[in-house]
């Protein structure tokens, strides 16, 4: 089963950044996709980005802008960097693994394993 932990989260001012990263457990970044998400207060949980196993990448239309997914050389460790923020960030971000094999980029049911998730606050 794989583990993963979020940190990096935080308050920022508008316009601000952020780099919010996701220690994955043993093997796990070597074979699952490792996904962003995140979930404002009253809102859907909506998926921001996906790391290939292999070292493919997916970001959002919306936010490819602003937000950037990368891994770390060791394969252990995924990152969001997320540049210009706005008061519509906020939430908290999570990040999941999906198995190597669905379909890119997965969809959020190919999320088996979750983490605890990380605050994010932008003020005005």
């Known amino acids: 089963q794989a583990q993963l932990t979020e940190s990096g989260g935080g308050s920022v001012q508008a316009g601000g950044s952020l780099r919010l990263s996701c220690a994955a457990s043993?093997?796990?970044?070597?074979?699952?996709?490792i996904g962003w998400f995140r979930q404002g207060l009253g809102m859907e949980r909506e998926m921001v980005a996906v790391?290939?196993?292999?070292?493919?990448?997916y970001t959002t239309d919306a936010l490819k802008d602003r937000f950037t997914i990368s891994r770390d050389n060791a394969k252990r460790t995924v990152f969001l960097q997320m540049n210009s923020l706005k008061p519509e960030d906020t939430g908290i971000y999570y990040c999941?693994?999906?198995?190597?094999?669905?379909?890119?980029?997965?969809?959020?049911?190919?999320?088996?394993?979750w983490g605890q998730g990380t605050q994010v606050t932008v003020s005005s």
């Open positions: 999941a693994a999906a198995p190597f094999s669905v379909p890119w980029p997965p969809s959020m049911s190919n999320f088996l394993f």
């Open positions: 790391f290939h196993a292999e070292g493919g990448m």
């Open positions: 043993g093997n796990t970044a070597r074979n699952y996709h």
